[in-house]
């Protein structure tokens, strides 16, 4: 094992514990403490203090190798496969909790002896409690690494600094590709104010009845994700998963980010962010949100099938957006890396992906080829015969097995700039100018491939109606559809009430220019549960016809749920497959009753007095169109 060059012998301390590889001389006071107060409650071996070198991460993988939570896959330039511990492989929604003084504040009060979907609340004193129950020595002889890490470029003034503290090395390595981590941090940070990420893989109890194998030390019983919005403060425990460890992403940039982007007067959304380039040279920038995998990664990095349009990548996740003086909506990605979705992405969906991610990337439970790659489901015409499989268990796989090769929801890591298409403004500090918002959902069923909000107000009203079938990224396992308003259910960090309020309010923004907002679905299915639209790169088709609808050109319908293509207006020039347009463009009257009655349950259970009088409005006015189809 490498010796890391940057560890010296003559230890300072924080507390009693050796400060391995930096001096204190380099840590803002604030950092300073909560360093020390996170190492008095979980008690570790030694500190190690992140500067993000090359060295350091050499250093990192080496130890991870050793420890056989990572194996190289010398097929491809510096990557690894890391197989997790098979009780921790999703993000944990139930057991995600946002802290506030007032219940409110974080959750609609839901009607009398209906289950809360949006969003789980704790007291601050339970949150303390849960706190006490799991830290206190759970580093006990592992090292504390501590990540100084900014969301967005380090310095723009979009931008964000949060300290993650953590006990597994295999989240430091992860950070170091999806956030900008290091010294640079630290010196843009100074003494002021960061959001704090505590975050520990867990120790658990003696009669713990999963199974823990060392080299990917966890505690699923007892795992819990907390956040506390004032005091801009993440803690969580139990689970090395990304969602739930990578606390950068989903913990700060959506459920911390919202909170302070509600304050602020901004949107931190589960939104991808692309540009596109037209045919005649000028170009846009779309913003999307999708729930869990549903297609962002995709989408982000279409290679588009109609001549002439070019696509580019500035994210695939998530994006924080604010107007600027002149009433632009601006976005930036707040990521450095891809944390995509594995399976489904070959050659033909997703080809850039698959330029991207063969360098410098860590895989998470996908399977493995006895040449030395990787293999998921997907990926058959990208592997020779002969190859053997290990799948994500570590277990022999032969082809036709009945269980998958790679765990569903098994992803790659992948720096930003290992990209093919990647947007030359992407790290621009100021953020791209944003035209369009789409919203977007798995629906077998009903919902047309394309139709477009008559306005802002009943825009907002498509977001917080969006559902989709449940996916393999989080913890449901059966196929149904469920309500994930803006592709947020899983992220919001305040009542989802007051969050419709906020996108309401922005049409107040002075000389605010509304980005026009659509809705799309690629995912509607015949009567033989054969996919309608054949998707991915055709999805341009789609693009096509939104631009050419914001350049006011005469291509739109009016319908019940919205502006529906004209007949004829779609560009279909060689569309390889034949494709049933009228099917997939029809308003089915009894299903669209069934989606109005779905809706109004859901918003009368789940939001009620918390509902902004517009959404209803908008929901009555559906009704209204329905009844007349
Ligand atoms: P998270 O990263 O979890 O937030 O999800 P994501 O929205 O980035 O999902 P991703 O792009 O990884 O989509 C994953 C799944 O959607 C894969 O199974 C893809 O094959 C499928 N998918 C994406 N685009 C299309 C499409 O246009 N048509 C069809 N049929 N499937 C698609
Ligand atoms: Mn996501
Ligand atoms: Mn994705």
Same mark, same amino acid.
């Given at each position: 094992?490498?010796?890391?060059?940057?560890i010296?012998?003559?230890?300072?301390?924080?507390?009693?514990?050796?400060l391995?590889?930096?001096?204190?001389?380099?840590l803002?006071?604030?950092v300073?403490?909560y360093?020390?107060?996170c190492a008095?409650?979980?008690?570790?071996?030694d500190?190690f203090?992140c500067?993000?070198?090359?060295?350091e991460?050499?250093?990192?993988l080496?130890?991870l190798e050793?420890n056989?939570?990572?194996?190289?896959?010398p097929?491809?330039e510096?990557?690894?496969?890391?197989?997790?511990?098979p009780?921790?492989?999703a993000?944990?929604?139930?057991?995600t909790?946002?802290s506030?003084?007032?219940k409110?504040?974080?959750?609609p009060?839901?009607?009398?002896?209906v289950?809360?979907?949006?969003?789980?609340w704790?007291?601050?004193?339970?949150?303390?409690?849960?706190?006490l129950e799991?830290?206190?020595?759970?580093?006990?002889?592992r090292t504390?690494y501590?990540?100084?890490?900014?969301?967005?470029?380090?310095?723009?003034?979009?931008?964000?600094?949060?300290i993650?503290i953590t006990?597994?090395?295999y989240?430091?390595c992860?950070?170091?590709?999806?956030?900008?981590?290091g010294?640079k941090v630290?010196?843009?940070?100074?003494?002021?104010?960061?959001?704090k990420?505590?975050?520990?893989?867990?120790?658990?109890?003696r009669d713990?009845?999963?199974e823990?194998?060392?080299?990917?030390?966890?505690?699923p019983?007892r795992?819990?994700?907390l956040?506390?919005?004032?005091k801009?403060?993440i803690?969580?425990?139990?689970?090395?998963?990304?969602?739930?460890?990578?606390?950068?992403k989903?913990?700060?940039?959506?459920r911390?980010?919202?909170?302070?982007a509600?304050d602020?007067g901004?949107?931190?959304?589960?939104m991808?962010?692309?540009?596109?380039?037209?045919?005649?040279?000028?170009k846009?920038?779309?913003t999307a949100?999708?729930?869990?995998?549903?297609g962002?990664? !995709?989408?982000?990095?279409?290679? =588009?099938?109609l001549?002439?349009y070019? *696509?580019?990548?500035?994210?695939? $996740?998530? +994006?924080?957006?604010?107007?600027?003086q002149?009433?632009?909506?601006?976005a930036?990605?707040?990521?450095n890396g891809?944390?995509?979705?594995?399976p489904?992405?070959?050659?033909?969906?997703?080809?850039?992906?698959?330029?991207?991610?063969?360098k410098?990337?860590?895989?998470?439970?996908v399977?493995?080829?006895?040449?030395?790659?990787?293999?998921?489901?997907?990926m058959e015409?990208?592997?020779?015969?002969?190859?053997?499989i290990?799948?994500?268990?570590?277990?022999?796989?032969?082809?036709?097995?009945?269980t998958?090769?790679?765990h569903? !929801?098994s992803?790659f890591?992948t =720096?930003?700039k290992e990209c093919p298409? *990647?947007?030359?403004?992407?790290? $621009?500090? +100021?953020?791209?100018?944003i035209?369009?918002?789409?919203f977007g959902?798995?629906?077998?069923?009903?919902?047309?491939?394309?139709?477009?909000?008559r306005?802002?107000?009943?825009?907002?009203f498509?977001?917080?109606?969006?559902?989709?079938?449940?996916?393999a990224a989080?913890?449901?396992t059966?196929?149904?559809?469920?309500h994930?308003?803006?592709?947020m259910?899983?992220?919001?960090?305040?009542?989802?009430?007051?969050?419709?309020?906020?996108?309401?309010?922005?049409?107040?923004?002075?000389?605010?220019?509304?980005?026009?907002?659509?809705?799309?679905?690629w995912f509607?299915?015949n009567a033989?549960g054969?996919y309608?639209w054949?998707g991915?790169?055709?999805n341009?088709r789609?693009?096509?016809?939104?631009?050419?609808?914001?350049d006011?050109?005469?291509v739109?319908?009016?319908?019940a749920?919205?502006?529906?293509p004209k007949?004829g207006?779609f560009?279909?020039?060689?569309?390889s497959k034949?494709?049933?347009m009228?099917?997939?463009?029809?308003l089915?009257?009894?299903?669209?009753?069934k989606?109005v009655c779905?809706?109004?349950e859901?918003?009368?259970?789940?939001?009620?007095d918390?509902?902004?009088?517009?959404?209803?409005e908008?929901l009555?006015?559906l009704?209204?169109?329905?009844?007349?189809?």
């Open positions: 094992v490498a010796k890391n060059p940057s010296n012998n003559n230890y300072e301390y924080i507390g009693k514990i050796p391995l590889n930096s001096s204190t001389k380099s803002p006071p604030k300073y403490s360093i020390e107060e008095s409650l979980c008690c570790p071996k500190i203090i500067d993000g070198s090359d060295t991460y050499e250093h990192l080496n130890f050793k056989g939570t990572i194996s190289p896959l097929k491809y510096n990557c690894w496969l890391a197989r997790t511990n009780a921790d492989v993000r944990v929604e139930k057991r909790f946002i506030t003084e007032c409110r504040d974080t959750i009060i839901p009607r009398e002896g289950t809360g979907e949006l969003g789980n704790i007291s601050p004193k339970d949150m303390d409690k849960a706190i799991r830290f206190p020595g759970c580093m006990k002889d504390m501590v990540i100084p890490f900014s969301m967005g470029p380090v310095g723009s003034s979009f931008s964000k600094i949060g993650e006990d597994s090395a989240v430091v992860c950070m170091r590709i999806m956030t900008r981590i010294k630290l010196e843009t940070l100074g003494n002021d104010d960061f959001v990420c505590l975050h520990s893989v867990g120790v658990p109890k713990s009845k999963i823990i194998n060392s080299s990917w030390p966890c505690d019983e795992t819990i994700i956040h506390r919005p004032d801009n403060e803690v969580s425990y139990g689970s090395g998963y990304g969602g739930n460890s990578l606390l950068g989903k913990c700060f940039a959506l911390i980010g919202s909170t302070i509600k602020e901004w949107l931190a959304e589960h991808l962010i692309l540009a596109i380039t037209d045919p005649k040279g000028r846009r920038y779309i949100a999708f729930p869990s995998a549903c962002k990664t !995709n989408l982000a990095m279409l290679k =588009p099938t001549p002439g070019k *696509i580019e990548c500035v994210g695939d $996740d998530i +994006a924080w957006m604010r107007f600027d002149e009433g632009r909506l601006r930036i990605n707040p990521e891809f944390f995509g979705v594995a489904g992405t070959n050659c033909i969906t997703n080809p850039n992906a698959m330029k991207t991610i063969f410098n990337t860590i895989f998470t439970n399977a493995a080829t006895s040449d030395g790659g990787v293999f998921w489901e997907g015409e990208e592997i020779s015969d002969d190859v053997e290990t799948d994500w268990r570590g277990k022999k796989w032969t082809r036709g097995s009945k998958p090769a790679a569903p !929801n992803r890591c =720096p930003i298409v *990647i947007d030359p403004d992407w790290e $621009d500090s +100021a953020g791209v100018p035209d369009v918002i789409l959902g798995r629906r077998p069923e009903g919902i047309p491939l394309i139709y477009q909000a306005n802002w107000q009943h825009g907002v498509i977001g917080a109606s969006m559902r989709s079938e449940a996916t989080a913890e449901h059966d196929k149904v559809i469920m994930d308003p803006f592709a259910r899983p992220f919001f960090g305040y009542n989802f009430g007051h969050y419709l309020n906020h996108w309401l309010s922005m049409t107040e923004v002075k000389n605010a220019k509304l980005p026009a907002i659509f809705h799309v679905n509607r299915k033989d054969k309608l054949p991915f790169g055709e341009s789609v693009l096509d016809w939104i631009l050419r609808r914001i006011g050109e005469d739109a319908v009016d319908s749920v919205g502006l529906l007949l207006s560009n279909l020039e060689n569309l034949d494709v049933n009228e099917e997939l463009f029809s089915p009257k009894s299903f669209w009753e989606e779905h809706l109004r859901y918003f009368d259970m789940q939001v009620g918390d509902l902004p009088a517009a959404i209803r908008e009555e006015l009704a209204c169109n329905v009844d007349k189809l």
